[in-house]
């Protein structure tokens, strides 16, 4: 009678062991899914834009910047009809587009933001792009009154967010992975 009751209970821990390390492989994979959705759909294509943007914006300003090293939008001397006119292309080709597509990401991919209310720098960037669709309306019906938009660009904290999550999520993913010390695996 022990021996059968001592073999029932070993199968029964058993099955429990084997029921819990399959519910948290589950909850880990879910886990897992998850943050490669993230990367995937919202953080990876915002810090993509994000940092494109930045750095040819950084090239910008350094091939036009004045001959004291600064933007002519941040100056006492207004802006040239010359760096008005070229300001808008580079504005209507390159900027204006890819913050567009940043604010897509951040409006159609909302669901997979790490927090639970949108980050302020998120929500400045949205403001942004409206503001500036406007003053691209205007320049498309030969209106060169306005150059920037009503709202600023969030451009230090939207840097700083989306590296700072695509960084975390990175980091997570490979935990989950059980790649969490990479660099010392590859030293061996």
């Known amino acids: 009678m022990f021996t059968m009751i001592l073999t029932v209970g070993l199968a029964f821990v058993g099955y429990l062991a084997t029921y819990v390390n399959g519910l ?4 880990r994979q879910a886990r897992l899914d998850r943050v490669n959705a993230q990367l995937n759909n919202f953080y990876g294509p915002l810090f993509a834009l994000m940092e494109s943007n930045s750095r040819v914006y950084d090239t910008f ?14 100056h006492d001397i207004p802006p040239s009809e010359e760096e008005l006119a070229r300001w808008r292309t580079w504005a209507t080709s390159v900027f204006i587009p890819n913050i567009r ?10 669901d997979l933001l790490i927090e639970e209310e949108m980050p302020e720098a998120l ?9 500036y669709e406007i ?11 306005e150059h920037l938009s009503v709202v600023g ?8 967010y989306t590296r700072d999550r695509f960084t975390q999520l990175k980091s997570e993913q490979a935990r989950l992975l059980g790649n969490t010390d990479r660099r010392t ?3 061996r």
């Open 185 to 187: 695996r590859r030293a």
């Open 135 to 145: 003053t691209a309306a205007r320049w498309a019906q030969g209106d060169f009154t």
């Open 101 to 110: 597509a940043m604010r897509d990401v951040v409006v159609t991919r909302a």
């Open 153 to 160: 660009f969030p451009g230090r904290g939207l840097r700083e």
């Open 123 to 131: 929500l400045q960037l949205c403001a942004h792009v409206s503001g």
């Open 24 to 27: 948290r492989l589950t909850q």
């Open 61 to 74: 300003s350094v091939r036009y910047a004045r001959e004291d090293g600064r933007d002519p939008f941040d």
